[in-house]
């Protein structure tokens, strides 16, 4: 099996790219990644020398380079590329609109050109916005409030709108919180544990009580894997995670496993439009075969010691160590001027 991958330089990705490479003998991988701030390939250094990976360096968004990564004989599309990170989303919408709208956009006609038989569209369950009880099943109104989420839920649509149109062998997933070795350190949890490692506090939004469904990478890539195989096309999967907890009972567990202290916490005004909770029903998922192979406790553990023992790889990209305070800095003026918090 011939597999696409695009965005296999980012966290996600390239977690699911060795996953891949690791368990199936006859999996080839041509990764397509423009290596932006968030696609590393010291995340894939362990497969530099793999004759079956290949990283092509390109824009999902440019028609010329996706066309030549299809020619290659490709079976199915595994596409990750996409920009993530709410707090950038709030302060520079353009980009997202571009790579995970646009870039959607161009990968689906290629796919469509070259007849892939599968493509797997990695969504996230911010695309249902806050869910204040019960949990989302894949039928329910999106209703994101972030422009990240809009941009995920407006390719979600695009998505849909090719299966229907053009009968595109499409299958989309939504996943919740992931966490793992290789997340870039702006995301709650590694930017928590790089912080407290260099006795820093961590900047907590608000009250601390939005709820987050955490999923391991592991169990993510695991997941994508069983619907390449078991998927039906048309069809949306939500992958959820194993616990849901408040962000305040995660800082809890994670300071009690680096044994730092409280005051390592420091209350910041609240993210512009920031989502109470997501919770996710993960049924239709679970009737394909699916169990989680990692228990919440085990898995954190392992990624707190994760980068506790890898600085050499997250160090470099704190460089630029100004980039939270700054987001900060905006929002304090926001709120100072104004402008309403959107909390729910
Ligand atoms: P994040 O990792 O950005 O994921 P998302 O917002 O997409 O769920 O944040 C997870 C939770 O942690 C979310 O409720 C926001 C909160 N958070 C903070 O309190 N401080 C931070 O510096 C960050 C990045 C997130």
Not at 28 to 53: E, F, M
Not at 107 to 122: G, Q
Not at 206 to 216: C, I, N, P, S, T
Request: aromatic letters at 10%.
């Amino acid at each position: 099996m011939k597999l696409l991958v695009t965005g296999g330089l980012g966290f996600i990705g390239s977690n699911f790219i060795r996953h891949i490479l690791g368990s199936r003998k006859d999996a080839k991988i041509v990764n397509l990644d423009l290596q932006t701030y968030a696609g590393n390939p010291a995340n894939l250094a362990d497969l530099a020398s793999d004759p079956r990976y290949r990283w092509v360096k390109g824009d999902i968004a440019d028609p010329k380079i996706v066309d030549k990564c299809m020619t290659a004989g490709i079976d199915a599309v595994v596409h990750f590329a996409a920009e993530t990170h709410v707090d950038r989303s709030i302060l520079d919408a353009a980009v997202f609109l571009r790579t995970n709208v646009i870039g959607t956009q161009v990968l689906l006609d290629a796919a469509l050109k070259y007849k892939v038989s599968r493509f797997i569209h990695v969504s996230t369950d911010e695309v249902y916005g806050s869910v204040p009880k019960g949990f989302s099943k894949e039928g329910d109104a999106l209703e994101p409030n972030s422009p990240y989420a809009a941009s995920k839920a407006a390719s979600d649509l695009l998505v849909r709108s090719y299966f229907v149109t053009h009968k595109a062998p499409v299958i989309v997933t939504r996943a919740s919180n992931n966490f793992g070795p290789f997340q870039f350190p702006e995301k709650a949890l590694p930017l928590m544990i790089t912080n407290w490692i260099d006795g820093l506090p961590f900047p907590r939004y608000g009250d601390g009580k939005q709820v987050r469904d955490w999923l391991y990478v592991l169990d993510h890539a695991r997941a994508i894997s069983l619907v390449l195989d078991k998927g039906v096309v048309g069809e949306i999967y939500n992958i959820g995670g194993i616990e849901h907890c408040e962000n305040n009972e995660l800082i809890e567990t994670v300071r009690g496993i680096m044994g730092k202290p409280k005051d390592l916490v420091w209350e910041v005004p609240d993210r512009p439009g920031h989502d109470r909770r997501y919770a996710i029903d993960c049924g239709k998922l679970k009737k394909l075969g699916f169990k989680h192979a990692f228990k919440f406790s085990q898995a954190l553990e392992q990624t707190v010691r994760w980068y506790q023992q890898n600085e050499d790889w997250w160090r470099p990209l704190r460089s630029d160590a100004s980039y939270k305070a700054y987001y900060i800095e905006q929002y304090r003026s926001r709120l100072a001027s104004g402008v309403s918090t959107g909390r729910k």
